[in-house]
């Protein structure tokens, strides 16, 4: 059993879940509700949708810290176009040529001009932060349209179109990196550049995608802000970036690049919003969520890391015995052997 949870993330993840909201449920039993989980995936698609992005970035052993300042800029053109009078299809086209724009921006910083990601995507959260407020004159965008909010509206089951839209691109996400071999490259490129380079992968062609692939995800998901909400803060998306860092870390996605799953982030971003949930519907006061939140992660990674520790030592005790073992062992006399030669 602890051989399974030190090699797959996403069951340690799902047995600390089901611990959790056992718990929960024995101290509040309206908790374990389809309303509960509805409540919980419809929370968990803006982070998704970061999350996502920021992962496929990482697999290329690189860092994008600039995707929420994306998604306030590409939720604010959404804004200032509805409420110009855009119809709703060219808004949100407009929408996620900006994200897309943002992220081919920093793609060609970091694969085409050598510049480090850490630098230039810091370089870009200040830049598009501040293009949004220069946009908006640094107020919020309020009156957004009705049938903007109706793309969050609930279509049945405690499913929306958005969520649809959401779910439908995590699997799109899974199939091209897992069964496609342009996929199969943002792994090969994190894991090792140079190799990738001599096997005739095109490295800054799939670092390039990476980052527009994230600026798309961050206008998703300023999309879904917009929708859910009804309104757009000037800061909306601020901080964002550094959770979902956590969530990739939380999901085991590798920092150094060519480790990581769907399966994992999903699970991890499930994962916080449910700790999210859970205190609201406990009624614990807001200023403790965040320490509360934070606390459980820390726990949850020291305990995965411990497992691994323990499960790391066991084999190379197995290891060792089994080369004592033949160490051991009593070499055959060369009379016997000449026998059984001659036999």
Not at 5 to 23: E, K, P, Q
Not at 118 to 139: E, K, N, S
Request: hydrophobic letters at 55%; aromatic letters at 8%.
């Amino acid at each position: 059993m602890l051989d399974l949870f030190a090699r797959n993330r996403v069951a340690t993840l799902i047995a600390v879940l089901v611990v959790a909201y056992a718990a929960i449920g024995a101290v509040a039993p309206g908790y374990l509700s389809g309303a509960t989980a509805s409540v919980i995936l419809s929370n968990s698609l803006v982070l998704m949708l970061i999350s996502l992005g920021t992962m496929i970035v990482i697999l290329t052993r690189n860092i994008d810290v600039s995707s929420g300042s994306v998604l306030g800029l590409s939720a604010a053109v959404l804004g200032l176009s509805l409420n110009a009078g855009a119809s709703l299809p060219l808004a949100v086209a407009l929408c996620l040529v900006t994200g897309a724009a943002a992220g081919a921006f920093n793609g060609v910083m970091v694969a085409y001009l050598g510049i480090p990601s850490i630098v230039a995507t810091l370089g870009t959260l200040g830049l598009y932060r501040g293009f949004m407020l220069v946009l908006t004159g640094g107020r919020w965008i309020e009156d957004l349209p009705q049938n903007l909010k109706t793309l969050a509206g609930n279509l049945g089951l405690g499913f929306s179109a958005l969520t649809v839209v959401v779910l439908a691109l995590v699997v799109a996400v899974w199939l091209v990196l897992r069964k496609t071999r342009f996929g199969r490259y943002f792994y090969a490129v994190g894991d090792n550049r140079a190799a990738a380079h001599h096997l005739g992968v095109p490295v800054k062609r799939v670092q390039f995608v990476a980052f527009v692939a994230t600026g798309i995800c961050a206008a998703l998901a300023g999309l879904v802000f917009a929708a859910q909400i009804g309104f757009i803060p000037n800061q909306a998306g601020s901080g964002i970036e550094l959770k979902a860092i956590a969530v990739n870390v939380l999901g085991g996605v590798s920092l150094l690049g060519g480790t990581g799953s769907v399966a994992g982030v999903f699970s991890a971003v499930v994962f916080i919003t449910s700790i999210d949930s859970a205190l609201v519907f406990l009624k614990i006061p807001a200023y403790w969520n965040d320490f509360i939140a934070g606390a459980i992660l820390l726990s949850v990674l020291l305990l995965d890391g411990r497992i691994r520790q323990i499960i790391d030592r066991r084999i190379r005790a197995r290891r060792y015995a089994v080369h004592d073992r033949s160490s051991a062992q009593p070499a055959e006399p060369a009379t016997a052997r000449s026998v059984e030669a001659g036999r």
